[in-house]
Every structure is written in structure tokens, then in C-alpha cells.
């Protein structure tokens, strides 16, 4: 337990301070830059930010919820969903960059919360463990819809991102289900909306 502890430690520090790789290219990087008002870059690079910051939470959250597990298969399809968000964390942070934004200053926080969010969450067994999985993917999914509708229609480069993690999301959402997921009570689907929403706002400014 001792290893694991330490094993998921460092990918702590991997994940808010290092920057992040990807195997897969980056979805959209052979289109080209077209032109937008520096008031759309603005805004698209905060969009951006946002969806780093969740991908962020989500590898705390998966880490937190991989610890916890007791089930080998779970563990992998956490640990196989945590290896795609990282791709995610590498492709909004070169669109980031692109745009000339910069992350959220809260990162360090985000990843804290999250974890603990996680640890929380496979304490009380696998098929919440993935319950918690799959309505989390769901959301992310929906949030994800709303942000390619507010993406500047010419900025092509940022919608091919945001479409192919849509797509990524909603296979781990599908592979969570089919090993068993249980359907999360309606209070705490609330209460993950309600803590979505906080950090959203926030990130988009800080």
C-alpha cells in the first residue's frame, strides 16, 4: 500500500507541474490558425483553461479512486481513463498556449480537492467507484457540448479538440456502465453539478 501511496504521489506532482504528453497527435494541430478578435482569443483561451482545469481534477480523481479499488479490472479502466486524460491535459495545454493564455493559478487546489473527492468516493466499493466514474464523464460530456457551442466558430483548432476528448469521455462513461456502475442517488448528482459549476467560474478567471 506503502508503493501504491508513493507510485501516486509523484504522478501528483507529474500532473500539476510537469507539462503533459500525449502518444495520439493532437487533434486539429495540421489545420491553421484563423483570425479572431483578440476579445475571442481571450475568451477561447479561458474556455480552454477551464477544460485543462477538469482534466487536472480528473486525473486526481481517478488516481484518488484507483487507490481505492479493490477490483484489478476497475483499477485498469481508471488507470487507462487517467492515461487518455492526460492527453486531454497535453492538447488544451498547447491550445493554451497558442491562444496566449496561461493555466489556472489554482491548479495545486483543484488536484487536492479532487483526490480527496476520489478517495471518498472508491471507499464505498467498486460499483460506486465506477458510478461515480460514469456520471462524472456525463457531465464532463454535457459540459464539453457547451463549450463547443461558445467556441468561435472559425477557431477549428479548438473544436477538434474539444470533440475528439467528447468522444473519449463517453467511452469511459460507456466502459464504467458496462462493468457494473451503479446509478449515483440524484442528491449527488446535484452536489457534483453544483461543485462543477464552482470550479468553472473560477477557472475561467483565476
Same mark, same amino acid.
Given at each position: 500500500?506503502?508503493?501504491?501511496?508513493?507510485?501516486? /504521489?509523484? %504522478?501528483? #506532482?507529474?500532473?500539476? /507541474?510537469? +507539462?503533459?504528453?500525449?502518444?495520439?497527435?493532437? +487533434?486539429?494541430?495540421?489545420?491553421?490558425?484563423?483570425? *479572431?478578435?483578440?476579445?475571442? !482569443? !481571450?475568451?477561447?483561451?479561458?474556455?480552454? =483553461?477551464?477544460?485543462? &482545469?477538469?482534466?487536472? &481534477?480528473?486525473?486526481?480523481?481517478?488516481?484518488?479512486?484507483? #487507490?481505492?479499488? =479493490?477490483?484489478?479490472?476497475?483499477?485498469? $479502466?481508471?488507470?487507462?481513463?487517467?492515461?487518455?486524460?492526460? $492527453?486531454?491535459?497535453?492538447?488544451?495545454?498547447?491550445?493554451?498556449?497558442?491562444?496566449?493564455? !496561461? %493555466?489556472?493559478?489554482?491548479? +495545486?487546489?483543484?488536484?487536492?480537492?479532487?483526490?480527496?473527492?476520489?478517495?471518498?468516493?472508491?471507499?464505498?466499493?467498486?460499483?460506486?467507484? #465506477?458510478? /461515480?466514474?460514469?456520471?462524472?464523464?456525463?457531465?464532463?460530456?454535457?459540459?464539453?457540448?457547451?463549450? #463547443?457551442?461558445?467556441?468561435?466558430?472559425?477557431?477549428? %483548432?479548438? =473544436? $477538434?479538440?474539444?470533440?475528439? *476528448? !467528447? $468522444?473519449?469521455?463517453?467511452?469511459?462513461?460507456?466502459?464504467?456502465?458496462?462493468?457494473?456502475?451503479?446509478?449515483?442517488?440524484?442528491?449527488? =448528482?446535484?452536489? *457534483? %453539478?453544483?461543485?462543477?459549476?464552482? *470550479?468553472?467560474?473560477?477557472?475561467?478567471?483565476?
Amino acid at each position: 500500500m506503502l508503493d501504491r501511496v508513493i507510485v501516486e /504521489f509523484d %504522478k501528483a #506532482l507529474r500532473t500539476v /507541474f510537469a +507539462p503533459a504528453a500525449t502518444v495520439r497527435p493532437v +487533434p486539429g494541430d495540421e489545420l491553421p490558425d484563423m483570425p *479572431m478578435s483578440d476579445e475571442e !482569443r !481571450r475568451h477561447t483561451a479561458a474556455l480552454m =483553461r477551464v477544460n485543462h &482545469c477538469g482534466e487536472i &481534477c480528473a486525473q486526481a480523481l481517478y488516481q484518488g479512486q484507483a #487507490l481505492m479499488s =479493490r477490483d484489478a479490472a476497475v483499477r485498469d $479502466e481508471l488507470r487507462q481513463a487517467s492515461r487518455e486524460e492526460t $492527453e486531454h491535459l497535453a492538447w488544451t495545454e498547447q491550445r493554451i498556449e497558442e491562444l496566449g493564455g !496561461r %493555466k489556472s493559478l489554482l491548479n +495545486p487546489v483543484w488536484y487536492g480537492g479532487a483526490f480527496t473527492i476520489g478517495i471518498v468516493a472508491g471507499a464505498f466499493g467498486d460499483r460506486w467507484n #465506477l458510478g /461515480f466514474l460514469a456520471e462524472t464523464e456525463r457531465q464532463v460530456e454535457a459540459h464539453l457540448t457547451r463549450h #463547443l457551442e461558445q467556441v468561435p466558430g472559425e477557431d477549428v %483548432k479548438s =473544436r $477538434e479538440i474539444l470533440a475528439q *476528448m !467528447r $468522444e473519449d469521455e463517453a467511452g469511459h462513461a460507456a466502459t464504467a456502465a458496462a462493468l457494473g456502475a451503479y446509478d449515483l442517488p440524484a442528491p449527488v =448528482r446535484a452536489a *457534483m %453539478k453544483l461543485a462543477s459549476r464552482v *470550479m468553472t467560474t473560477t477557472a475561467y478567471r483565476v
